[in-house]
């Protein structure tokens, strides 16, 4: 199973981009899925998430009200719809995807990122 980020790139500060995930299995098969983000010198941080059961969602309190998460199992994808950019978003983005559906048992992918620039 692979992640595939797109939708990286150069944004002015207040602008929006979509962040794409696609999972070259089922996304379904994989029960939380989420986006973090790392800088330069800091360690990776979890920006949001969404569980398959339920869709029950969590963002860090840095991105909230600007960005949306979101999963589309039929298209295997997840999404991160970022508004309102500023740039303190300047990072590069991880899809990350776990299952967790056998007891005992933690399978754990990581897209390759991309790159978000926000220029002011």
């Known amino acids: 199973v692979q992640l595939v980020e797109s939708g990286g790139g150069l944004v002015q500060a207040g602008g929006s981009l979509r962040l794409s995930c696609t999972v070259s299995g089922s996304s379904s098969s994989f029960n939380y899925m989420g986006w973090y983000r790392q800088t330069p010198g800091k360690q990776r941080e979890l920006v949001a998430s969404?569980?398959?059961?339920?869709?029950?969602?969590y963002y860090a309190d840095s991105v909230k009200g600007r960005f949306t998460i979101s999963r589309d199992n039929s298209k295997n994808t997840m999404y991160l719809q970022m508004n309102s950019l500023k740039p303190e978003d300047t990072a590069v983005y991880f899809c990350n995807a776990v299952n967790t559906l056998v007891p005992g048992i933690r399978v754990e992918v990581w897209g390759q990122g991309t790159l978000v620039t926000v220029s002011s």
């Open positions: 969404i569980t398959s059961h339920d869709g029950s969602t």
